[in-house]
């Protein structure tokens, strides 16, 4: 019998920590992407897109956490251009700060249209609470799940027409999109407004849905998402509703 070479993963963390904890996001994800099976490494930083080294060159997906509103252009192209080629790209939270430093939302064109979005506020509802996560259609990212609760910040996007929204919370003016997919040329791409914090890194619905996002992301089959999310030790007690 030949065996799979499984698709490897890197959870990138960049910016400042005044707002968010980086160091506890890098430790969380790498958990998190790794009970989906995948060897999966951590490190920091965006520029090691525009100086390619070969550990990062040989991932199959980056996991980016991001707090920062400097992103270099040509970071942002090198990274845009691999994804293009066919890299997995999924990023979570405050990845999505265009257009907040110098030269606006050009400066960071290139990013926003890789990712598809970017953050405006938190709305009128303070910065954060629980809300419900409402899953949307049927996609690999969020096939085998149910609708969740979470503790989280309340992100207000803009983002680009071509996404196709999997799940947003409910507003006073109607709904918030909070997980989205979209294809950049040969590379696969999803967000998730979701994941300030522990109380998000710790939610068993939160951290389904990073594994089956990365696993997506990464090329792996839609069939056999559901083996793979499931094959490795949850870290919180659950299963998949029906998985053997």
Not at 34 to 54: I, K, Q, S, V
Not at 86 to 115: I, P, Q, S
Not at 123 to 146: K, Y
Request: aromatic letters at 8%; glycine letters at 12%.
């Amino acid at each position: 019998m030949k065996l799979r070479r499984s698709p490897s993963a890197m959870v990138i963390v960049d910016g400042t920590d005044i707002h968010h904890d980086l160091i506890g996001a890098a430790l969380a994800l790498q958990e998190i992407v790794t009970e989906a099976g995948l060897p999966t490494a951590r490190a920091m930083g965006m520029a090691r897109f525009a100086d390619l080294a070969p550990a990062t060159a040989e991932a199959d997906v980056y996991v980016v956490y991001r707090s920062s509103v400097t992103f270099d252009q040509r970071e942002q192209q090198a990274l845009s251009d691999l994804v293009a080629e066919g890299k997995g790209l999924v990023v979570l939270h405050a990845g999505n700060l265009f257009g907040f430093g110098e030269g606006g939302l050009e400066a960071d064109r290139v990013a926003f249209e890789l990712v598809g979005s970017r953050y405006l506020s938190h709305g009128d509802s303070g910065s954060e609470g629980r809300f419900d996560v409402r899953l949307r259609g049927s996609h690999p990212v969020t096939r085998h799940m149910e609708d969740f609760g979470i503790d989280d910040e309340f992100y207000v996007l803009e983002y680009a027409p071509d996404v196709r929204v999997l799940a947003e919370r409910a507003t006073a003016d109607g709904a918030e999109p909070v997980v989205y997919v979209r294809d950049h040329g040969r590379g696969r791409v999803c967000y998730t407004a979701l994941g300030h914090d522990a109380r998000a890194w710790g939610n068993p619905g939160f951290r389904q849905l990073v594994r089956q996002a990365t696993l997506w992301a990464a090329g792996v089959e839609d069939d056999e998402i559901l083996s793979w999310s499931t094959r490795w030790p949850l870290g919180n007690g659950r299963t998949i509703a029906g998985a053997v």
